[in-house]
């Protein structure tokens, strides 16, 4: 389940985020929270394997997801250039693929 966020995320929370995640205490923090990335187990139970994938997935989404806030979103519709189009938004996913001619 997707959560709506609580504040509207400006260019400006991009930039001050981005200095301080450039900066040294801000590499500090991103390198002391990339070393609790859960660490692949290797397992013979199939439940206890795709349990750790998950918890792996979820920590690489949650990492990424504050990198990704450092990027400036996009003026016109607020989301950062590289998530996805709105899910609700039919005229931004288009039946067929473009076709590139050759």
Do not use: C
Request: aromatic content about 8%.
């Amino acid at each position: 389940m997707k959560s709506e966020p609580t504040s509207i995320w400006t260019r400006d929370s991009s930039d001050l985020l981005k200095q301080f995640l450039e900066g040294g205490v801000g590499a500090e923090f991103l390198s002391h929270l990339a070393s609790f990335r859960p660490a692949p187990e290797i397992s013979n139970d199939i439940h206890a394997v795709a349990l750790q994938a998950r918890k792996i997935e979820g920590f690489e989404l949650a990492f990424n997801s504050i990198l990704r806030l450092a990027e400036p979103p996009d003026e016109e519709t607020g989301q950062n250039l590289d998530a996805y189009p709105d899910p609700d938004d039919d005229s931004k996913w288009p039946d067929q693929p473009e076709q590139k001619e050759p």
